[in-house]
Nanobody, 123 residues
């Protein structure tokens, strides 16, 4: 079992930055791939970024490539999403998810999900 708690969301002006954190409880966190997804009002949830359990592989949605960076600190049981050059269209609730299988995280999201954190980017 893995429990995930997101933090770091907030209100920021366009062009600004935020760093989201996904803190995990449970042992063997390094065995889990972790992803970030987001859902804007009246839109479907979409994949944003993912990182493998080893941390050696990452993947990003085209809409955030070059602006967002996912990383992990297994000593702290935390995965981060550094978001730079934010745009109003990045406004959404951001969720982290985890699964032993990296492909599952990338394609569907993992079996474990956090409660989400709101990111609002003003123009």
């Amino acid at each position: 079992q893995v429990q995930l708690v997101e933090s770091g969301g907030g209100l920021v002006q366009a062009g600004g930055s935020l760093r989201l954190s996904c803190a995990a409880s449970g042992r063997s966190f390094s065995n889990y791939a972790v992803g970030w997804c987001r859902q804007a009002p009246e839109k479907e949830r979409e994949f944003v970024a993912g990182i493998s359990g080893s941390g050696t592989s990452t993947d990003y949605a085209d809409s955030v490539k070059g602006r967002f960076t996912i990383s992990r600190d297994d000593a702290e049981n935390t995965v981060y999403l550094q978001m730079n050059s934010l745009k109003p269209e990045d406004t959404a609730v951001y969720y982290c998810n985890a699964d032993p299988n990296f492909t599952t995280v990338l394609l569907w999201g993992g079996n474990y999900w956090g409660q989400g954190t709101q990111v609002t980017v003003s123009s």
